[in-house]
Nanobody, 124 residues
Framework: QVQLVESGGGLVQAGGSLRLSCAAS????????MGWFRQPPGKEREFVAA????????RYADSVKGRFTISRDNAKNTVYLEMNMLKSEDTAVYYC?????????????????WGQGTQVTVSS
């Protein structure tokens, strides 16, 4: 099991940018595929982006393609989510998740390990 701690959330105006970080500990980080999910107010948690163990394979939700970039630094045990051109509909609690598997996944059920989340609020 790996422990995950997100940071970097906050309040930003529409059109602005934020960079989220997720620091992992307690496991061999390079053995985990990583994902970012978000939960808007009153809605279910949804997939945002995922990255393979080496970083060579990436998937995005259609709603964030071209605006968000997921990356990882295995030497620092950290995964990032760079968010640009933010919209009010991006307002949510953002979670990182880990999966001890070679394949990427886009469902919450595929990820057993989760961080506590970080709030992102985009004002219009």
């Amino acid at each position: 099991q790996v422990q995950l701690v997100e940071s970097g959330g906050g309040l930003v105006q529409a059109g602005g940018s934020l960079r989220l970080s997720c620091a992992a500990s307690g496991g061999t980080f390079s053995s985990y595929s990583m994902g970012w999910f978000r939960q808007p107010p009153g809605k279910e948690r949804e997939f945002v982006a995922a990255i393979s163990r080496s970083g060579g394979r990436i998937r995005y939700a259609d709603s964030v393609k071209g605006r968000f970039t997921i990356s990882r630094d295995n030497a620092k045990n950290t995964v990032y989510l760079e968010m640009n051109m933010l919209k009010s509909e991006d307002t949510a609690v953002y979670y990182c998740a880990a999966r001890f598997h070679i394949l990427l996944a886009v469902t919450t059920q595929a990820y057993p390990d989760w961080g506590q989340g970080t709030q992102v609020t985009v004002s219009s």
